[in-house]
């Protein structure tokens, strides 16, 4: 890369800018931390904020280079080998320290020690590495993966793995024995007894993995807007790590809308996302996901403008998100990786990112962009016309809650038709400008979703699921969730289990009120 192209690249996991040479001790946690990870290169003569090439003076050049090779060689174990090199920008003298990725990890400060000198690159920071990123470095040295550790605490006969068994049988049609345990890997022999990986609890519906890997889950929420806060919807996915993509997969197309084009005579369905592409991204998440890393699980976040993807671990450092067509393959989990490819998870290796690639040509107004967030992979697919096209849903609502409201309002309840006005009113006043009022009456006599969602609920209470099936739904859309939330808000529909609203077991019911709100919509009213 360019000198000029590098300079309008912001500091990160392999980027680092220096105005003058370093002191010692920070020198020496980059390089480091360059060595624990994916390598870096670390300019000198370059100030950050705000960028600009300083450079370093010409004679002072080989007295850099030869304080730099001393420091790591006295400081820093095992041996770090970098490459210093000098290049003349526009006259200025520039210091480039390139750092491989080590071969022979952990790296840390001779004079610290092991525990209090390993460091990782985290963004564009150093930070001291913990016990589990220091013993994961140790396995990468030995090339062990952590799903293929045995775990001695219980025997592999004595795993309940009974919806794991069905779901591979069913899938490969292959018997599920234990020379096929063998054959993948998911269970070991140590002193001629035979114990299952990690890999196998996590696959298992046994006790042991809620206590080993507790964080081993998948955690959804659907949130109201654009910024973490309300919650439309919540779901915990703590099922088998094979049963566990499907699940998140179901929860994000449930709350985002699928539209009809035509072309020509036919109809054409297309979801507002590039649903292929977030299908890959999510299995990625749970196969390449650090196992190792307590207290941290995989989250999925749809607001009204996005959809977010955060997997704990960093992304491979043979692997570049910018270059999704580059075909590239990395296992991070190697015991499960082959398992997920048996059960058809993963199609091909190094097919994942092609086929987002080619799914995100689909989808002009989407677009993907990553980051790594602490120690964690987080995608986003953003939807870039939002601003622009922002539906007023309040508006929405407000126009249907107007045309249903005017018939009640004319027959004389006088309480009920004070409260119902007073809370338009004050709706309008807050959101609405009077060209919108005028709109709103030019649309008084539309037929109102109100009415339509009200009417399932007339004889027995109905769940979400429910409502939406009689509705004609293939699933339950964010707008249903939105007008839910209004008629409750309203006192015209209420939960039967009023302490829990999220039980898997909530319905929905018609109160007195909203009965004879009904009622009298359909019997019909006066002009005011």
């Known amino acids: 890369m360019k000198i000029n192209d590098i300079i309008n690249q912001p500091e990160g996991r392999k980027i680092e800018f220096k105005e003058a040479l370093p002191k010692k001790s920070e ?22 904020n705000p960028r600009k090439v300083i450079g370093v003076d010409e004679d002072r050049l080989i007295n850099i280079e030869e304080e730099i090779s001393s420091s790591i ?46 460091f990782i690159r985290v963004g ?52 599920v024995t234990e020379t096929i345990f063998e054959k993948l890997n998911l269970i070991t022999r140590d002193q001629n007894k035979k114990f299952p990986t990690n890999a196998l609890v996590l696959l298992s519906n046994d006790k042991l993995k809620n206590e080993l890997f507790p964080y081993s889950k998948i955690e959804c929420a ?72 307590r207290g941290k699980d995989i989250k999925v976040a749809v607001f009204d403008d996005k959809i977010e993807i955060t997997s704990p671990g960093k992304l491979m ?26 059960l058809g998870i993963i199609e091909q290796w190094g097919n994942g990112l092609q086929l987002i690639a080619e799914e995100l040509k689909k989808y002009p107004e989407i677009e993907m962009q990553w980051s790594e967030p602490g120690i964690g992979f987080r995608v986003v697919f953003l939807k870039t016309d939002y601003a622009r096209k922002r539906p007023d849903t309040d508006d929405n609502w407000l126009q249907e809650l107007q045309q249903e409201l005017k018939d009640w309002l004319d027959q004389g309840i006088e309480k009920e038709k004070q409260e119902i006005r007073q809370e338009i009113k004050q709706e309008l006043q807050q959101e609405l400008q009077q060209e919108l009022q005028q709109e709103l009456q030019q649309e008084l006599q539309q037929e109102s979703l109100f009415s339509l969602i009200l ?74």
């Open 27 to 48: 020198l020496n946690k980059t390089i480091v931390a360059f060595a624990n990870d994916a390598g870096g290169q670390l300019f000198i003569g370059i100030k950050d």
């Open 124 to 175: 564009s920071t150093n930070r001291l590495a913990n016990n589990d990123i220091i013993e994961e470095l140790e396995r990468q040295k030995q090339n062990i993966s952590f799903d293929s550790l045995a775990v001695h605490t219980k025997r592999f006969t004595d795993l309940e793995l009974s919806s794991f068994r069905k779901h591979f049988e069913d899938i490969t049609g292959e018997k």
């Open 317 to 342: 450092p043979t692997v570049d998100f910018n270059d999704l067509e580059a075909g590239q393959s990395d296992i991070k989990n190697k015991t499960l990786a082959p398992v997920f490819k048996k």
């Open 455 to 528: 009417s399932t609920m007339l004889n027995s209470p109905k769940s979400r699921k429910e409502i939406s099936t009689e509705l004609g739904q293939k699933s339950i859309s964010g707008r249903l969730n939105e007008v839910l939330a209004k008629l409750h808000k309203l006192n015209l529909i209420e939960w039967i289990i009023k302490d829990k609203p999220n039980s898997p077991k909530q319905k929905f019911k018609l109160t007195k009120r909203g009965l004879a709100f009904y009622v009298l919509i359909k019997n019909g009213g006066g002009d005011e």
């Open 73 to 118: 060689h006295d400081n820093c174990f095992p041996v770090i080998l970098p490459d210093i090199v000098f290049f003349n920008h526009h006259g200025k003298h520039i210091v480039v320290v390139n750092v491989y990725k080590g071969s022979n990890p952990p790296y840390y400060i001779k004079s610290k020690g092991k525990i209090n000198g390993t």
């Open 222 to 293: 659907r949130f109201k807007g654009t910024t973490p806060g309300n919650f439309i919807d919540q779901k915990t996915i703590n099922v088998s790590l094979s049963f566990q993509p499907e699940e998140a997969y179901k929860f994000i197309l449930r709350h985002i809308s699928q539209g009809s084009t035509y072309e020509g005579v036919y109809r054409k369905d297309r979801w507002e996302y590039p649903v292929i592409a977030i299908r890959e991204v999510i299995r990625n998440a749970v196969i390449h996901r650090d196992y190792s890393l």
